[in-house]
């Protein structure tokens, strides 16, 4: 059975203790490859070795580190296939959204970080003919990046990228639940020519590799994206110590829908939106209001819709809807249902786990699942499900509205579908949320900032900000 190796001081290495844990094939809910279980040993070797590279790769002239990402973007390019099938190998998602969405931002990532630190400026000030004061943004040494399951390469890449281009070392950790393409990258890494300890990849599980990431003093600043139970105590841990933090947490986002929208759009994207990879993203609709004019056409068109769509081997072409990323997360899916039941929800649609055929006989699969009659306090609207499911409520007015899509303590994304353009921007500007689509969802344009409000996190990923995340920020005044 393949063994996933670390990534450590540019070579590829066994952990310390020896031990290894198993990856499973959700789609196929058996055991395919092994993954170091690495400890306080692993990540302290990786951080020394990060922490060695430092001086060196953070005095790299930035065009030299460019071009070694620019060699990195393509090579994920290059294996585009290879990384697609193992992404959707490992985590469940269709073969097709790997390859068209996941493994083309990852390269995309790389290639933009390393052309953006061809282009930063920082600012000066002339202070009353009597001072120029001017800033300068450091690299700010090692960088702990941790990254969830549910988009693997994407969001790993994501954090790496912008570390290593602002002169950064990384000790990086993805999940273990799915690790094979980070594994896959650190082979491309020292084919590019990475310098040895630039970047390092430790495997294991959160509370052990993760946490010792997390608590290594000499870990300067910590990128996180996953739950906000893990969030919390991340932030807890790095606080007294002073790291600067990155949180992308999770969501509860709302799509509202008024009775003016482009209907077809509407519904189209909305089925995007809410069964995408599963459901499994931070950024899913998972909770659609509908203004009653139209809440029992959107309804009927949504559900016939939902049912169409192909459920099954993440390999086949035609599925839309992959396996649920682990046996554990499928359970909490199906809990969730049960307690939209007991909430008083009526199953419009799905609610059942689905047996797979052929090789998938064994795998995690959920129907698509559509919930009606809840009122918006309930927890099943309230707590994040990330899955296949989604709730549907009718609204009067824009208040109303708005008192729904603000109730849950997160604030991630929220969608707004209407043609008034007045509107739009009226309930854009006060729905508690990082980004808000107005007739679209999760079209993004890198250069822009990223992140969420209340407990969907604190900082902001993308674009230049993500680079000055990396640096610490010095301000020098010269007397004239
Ligand atoms: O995420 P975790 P899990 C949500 C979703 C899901 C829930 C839990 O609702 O059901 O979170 O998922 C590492 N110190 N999201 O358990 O535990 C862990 O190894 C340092 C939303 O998979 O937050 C992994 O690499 N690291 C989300 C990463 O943190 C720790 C995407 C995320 O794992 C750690 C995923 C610790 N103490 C889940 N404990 C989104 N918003 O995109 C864990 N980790």
Same mark, same amino acid.
């Given at each position: 059975?393949? %063994?996933?190796?670390?990534?450590?001081?540019?070579?590829?290495?066994?952990?310390?203790?020896?031990?290894?844990?198993?990856?499973v094939?959700?789609?196929?809910?058996?055991?395919?490859?092994?993954?170091?279980?690495?400890?306080?040993? !692993?990540?302290?070797?990786?951080?020394e070795?990060?922490?060695?590279?430092?001086?060196?790769?953070s005095?790299? $002239?930035?065009?030299?580190?460019?071009?070694?990402?620019?060699?990195?973007?393509?090579?994920?390019?290059?294996?585009?296939?290879k #990384?697609?099938?193992?992404?959707?190998? !490992?985590?469940?998602?269709?073969?097709?959204?790997?390859?068209?969405?996941?493994?083309?931002?990852?390269?995309?990532?790389?290639?933009?970080?390393?052309?953006?630190?061809?282009?930063?400026?920082?600012?000066a000030?002339?202070? !009353?003919?009597?001072?120029?004061?001017?800033?300068?943004?450091?690299?700010?040494?090692?960088? /702990?990046?941790?990254?969830?399951?549910?988009?693997?390469?994407? #969001?790993?890449?994501?954090?790496?990228?912008?570390?290593?281009?602002? /002169?950064?070392?990384?000790?990086?950790?993805?999940?273990e639940?799915?690790?094979?393409?980070?594994?896959?990258?650190?082979?491309?890494?020292?084919?590019?020519g990475?310098?040895?300890?630039?970047?390092?990849?430790?495997?294991?599980?959160?509370?052990?590799?993760?946490?010792?990431?997390?608590?290594?003093?000499?870990?300067?600043?910590?990128?996180?994206?996953?739950?906000?139970?893990?969030?919390?105590?991340?932030?807890?841990?790095?606080?007294?110590m002073?790291?600067?933090?990155?949180?992308?947490?999770?969501?509860?986002?709302?799509?509202?829908?008024?009775? !003016?929208?482009?209907?077809?759009?509407?519904?189209?994207?909305?089925?995007?939106?809410?069964?995408?990879?599963?459901?499994?993203?931070?950024?899913? /609709?998972?909770?659609?209001?509908?203004?009653?004019?139209?809440?029992?056409?959107?309804?009927?068109?949504?559900t016939?819709?939902?049912?169409?769509?192909?459920?099954?081997d993440?390999?086949?072409?035609?599925?839309?809807?992959?396996?649920?990323?682990?046996?554990?997360?499928?359970?909490?899916? #199906?809990?969730?249902?049960?307690?939209?039941? %007991?909430? /008083?929800?009526?199953?419009?649609?799905?609610? %059942?786990?689905?047996?797979?055929?052929?090789?998938?006989?064994?795998?995690?699969?959920?129907?698509?699942?559509?919930?009606?009659?809840?009122?918006?306090?309930?927890?099943?609207?309230?707590?994040?499900?990330?899955? $296949?499911?989604?709730?549907?409520?009718?609204?009067?007015?824009?208040?109303?509205v708005?008192?729904?899509?603000?109730?849950?303590?997160?604030?991630?994304?929220?969608?707004?579908?209407?043609?008034?353009l %007045?509107?739009?921007?009226?309930?854009?500007?006060?729905?508690?949320?990082?980004?808000i689509?107005?007739n679209?969802?999760?079209?993004?344009? #890198?250069?822009?900032?990223?992140?969420?409000?209340?407990?969907?996190?604190?900082?902001?990923?993308?674009?230049?900000?993500?680079?000055?995340?990396?640096?610490?920020?010095k301000?020098?005044?010269?007397?004239?």
């Amino acid at each position: 059975m393949e %063994k996933i190796l670390n990534y450590i001081n540019g070579v590829l290495t066994e952990p310390f203790s020896g031990a290894y844990l198993e990856n499973v094939n959700p789609a196929e809910g058996r055991v395919y490859s092994l993954i170091p279980d690495s400890g306080n040993k !692993d990540v302290n070797h990786a951080v020394e070795a990060a922490r060695r590279a430092f001086t060196k790769w953070s005095a790299t $002239p930035a065009e030299q580190r460019s071009a070694i990402m620019i060699r990195i973007a393509d090579l994920i390019e290059r294996d585009l296939d290879k #990384l697609a099938l193992a992404e959707s190998i !490992d985590q469940g998602k269709p073969l097709k959204l790997a390859k068209t969405v996941d493994i083309p931002r990852a390269s995309a990532n790389f290639r933009f970080y390393a052309t953006a630190i061809l282009h930063t400026a920082s600012d000066a000030h002339f202070t !009353d003919q009597q001072a120029i004061n001017y800033t300068q943004y450091q690299p700010i040494g090692v960088a /702990g990046c941790i990254s969830p399951w549910n988009l693997p390469l994407y #969001l790993f890449t994501w954090k790496i990228a912008p570390a290593l281009a602002a /002169g950064c070392t990384v000790v990086a950790k993805p999940s273990e639940v799915t690790p094979m393409t980070a594994y896959l990258l650190s082979q491309l890494c020292i084919e590019a020519g990475l310098p040895e300890g630039v970047l390092n990849i430790v495997h294991g599980l959160g509370a052990k590799a993760g946490q010792a990431i997390i608590e290594h003093p000499e870990v300067a600043a910590i990128s996180f994206t996953g739950g906000t139970a893990t969030g919390k105590k991340i932030a807890a841990t790095a606080a007294p110590m002073f790291k600067k933090l990155s949180l992308e947490l999770g969501g509860k986002n709302p799509n509202i829908i008024f009775a !003016d929208c482009d209907f077809e759009n509407a519904v189209s994207t909305s089925i995007h939106s809410s069964f995408s990879n599963q459901g499994e993203i931070c950024l899913c /609709g998972s909770r659609i209001f509908v203004e009653r004019p139209l809440y029992e056409r959107f309804l009927t068109e949504f559900t016939a819709r939902t049912r169409a769509l192909v459920v099954g081997d993440p390999l086949d072409e035609k599925t839309k809807v992959g396996a649920i990323v682990s046996e554990a997360h499928m359970n909490k899916i #199906l809990s969730y249902i049960e307690l939209a039941k %007991k909430e /008083g929800g009526t199953i419009v649609l799905g609610g %059942k786990q689905i047996t797979g055929t052929g090789r998938c006989a064994n795998g995690y699969f959920v129907e698509p699942t559509i919930i009606t009659g809840l009122e918006h306090l309930c927890r099943t609207n309230q707590e994040e499900i990330f899955g $296949p499911v989604v709730t549907i409520m009718p609204f009067d007015t824009e208040e109303e509205v708005l008192e729904y899509a603000n109730s849950t303590t997160y604030g991630l994304a929220a969608t707004i579908w209407t043609e008034n353009l %007045k509107r739009a921007h009226r309930v854009a500007a006060q729905v508690k949320s990082g980004i808000i689509w107005v007739n679209c969802w999760l079209f993004r344009d #890198l250069r822009t900032p990223f992140g969420g409000m209340k407990q969907s996190g604190v900082g902001r990923e993308g674009g230049f900000e993500a680079l000055k995340f990396f640096t610490e920020e010095k301000n020098v005044c010269i007397k004239l």
